[in-house]
């Protein structure tokens, strides 16, 4: 039994009484309800693959995806997955330990992928690209063998809009990471709930409850990346103007094709004189 009746699931259990964390609390359920909704990310009766790193945001993910759950607001099975990639020093029985206490349904895979990225990627390079190709392709794999239909992650806003200034300064493309999308082989969805959130909103959150959090030492050891290249820039902008990063974030949702450059999401060259962009004046 729960000590407090508002302790919905164990996974809140001992949550802060404070008007802050409460406030914070309602903040992530509402954003999450309201990504999963606006993108179409319910079927009932389906089978979620979420996918647990032991980082803050996965950790927050598992939780508020509960809480929808609990509150009859997310109609489907929830199975919890940890891939642990072989890396030196990754303390293996902390996930399984804390989803157990928990009693999260869960499924926990070793797949060396460690060693093939070490061995395949030259000194000075970073490791990001190939691990997350690993990572993925075993996802994937998992989520079939479980008889699920999408694969869950927990990139938040601030990995979306980090993504979107990564392919624009060094892709030469306008693209992110969508909130939804179906993968190559055309047979499971990939989700993405916490898309409205604030990475700030997950770190108070997972430190907050005291979740035990396991921090990356693969890519997370390595300096220079663009990824953190491109934080330290956004955190900048956010600096000198507080809120920029949500401005930001809503112009990736009100894209105007006309008013870019690219002939193929827009019909440049059948425009005729007289006829506006909201059809005839």
């Known amino acids: 039994?729960?000590?407090?009746?508002?302790?919905?699931?164990?996974?809140?259990?001992?949550?802060?009484?404070?008007?802050?964390?409460?406030?914070?609390?309602k903040r992530l359920v509402r954003d999450v309800r309201e990504a999963v909704d606006q993108y179409g990310m319910?079927?009932?009766?389906?089978?979620?693959l979420v996918c647990l790193s032991g980082g803050k945001d996965s950790y927050t993910l598992l939780a508020i995806l509960y809480e929808l759950k609990w509150r009859g607001l997310l109609p489907v099975d929830l199975l919890a997955c940890n891939l642990d990639q072989g890396q030196p020093g990754f303390p293996a029985t902390v996930l399984p330990e804390f989803l157990d206490r928990m009693g999260v349904p869960?499924?926990?895979?070793?797949?060396?992928?460690?060693?093939i990225v070490?061995?395949?990627?030259?000194?000075?390079r970073t490791f990001c690209a190939l691990c997350s190709?690993?990572?993925?392709?075993?996802?994937?794999?998992?989520?079939?063998?479980?008889?699920?239909s999408?694969?869950?992650?927990?990139?938040?806003?601030?990995?979306?809009?980090?993504?979107?200034?990564?392919?624009?300064?060094?892709?030469?493309?306008?693209?992110?990471?969508?909130?939804?999308l179906v993968n190559e082989e055309g047979d499971l969805?990939?989700?993405?709930?916490?898309?409205?959130?604030?990475?700030?909103?997950?770190?108070?959150?997972?430190?907050?409850?005291?979740?035990?959090i396991i921090p990356c030492d693969l890519c997370g050891s390595q300096d220079g990346l663009q990824r953190q290249q491109v934080k330290q820039i956004l955190d900048g902008w956010e600096a000198n103007s507080p809120g920029r990063r949500q401005v930001m974030f809503r112009a990736l949702m009100n894209a105007r094709?006309?008013?870019?450059?690219?002939?193929?999401l827009f019909d440049f060259a059948g425009l005729s004189r007289g006829i506006g962009e909201n059809g005839p004046e």
């Open 42 to 48: 319910v079927e009932p009766g389906a089978r979620w």
């Open 118 to 124: 070490v061995d395949k990627v030259p000194q000075g």
């Open 106 to 115: 869960h499924r926990i895979e070793y797949q060396d992928t460690y060693s």
């Open 133 to 148: 190709r690993l990572r993925r392709g075993n996802l994937y794999r998992i989520a079939r063998e479980e008889g699920c």
């Open 150 to 180: 999408a694969v869950v992650l927990g990139h938040h806003r601030d990995d979306i809009l980090e993504t979107f200034f990564m392919n624009l300064f060094h892709g030469g493309r306008l693209a992110t990471m969508p909130p939804k």
């Open 1 to 25: 039994m729960l000590d407090d009746a508002d302790d919905i699931h164990p996974l809140f259990h001992g949550a802060p009484k404070t008007t802050e964390f409460r406030k914070l609390r």
């Open 189 to 212: 969805f990939v989700y993405r709930p916490l898309a409205h959130v604030a990475e700030a909103d997950c770190d108070k959150f997972a430190r907050a409850m005291q979740y035990p």
């Open 257 to 264: 094709p006309s008013h870019l450059l690219d002939p193929k």
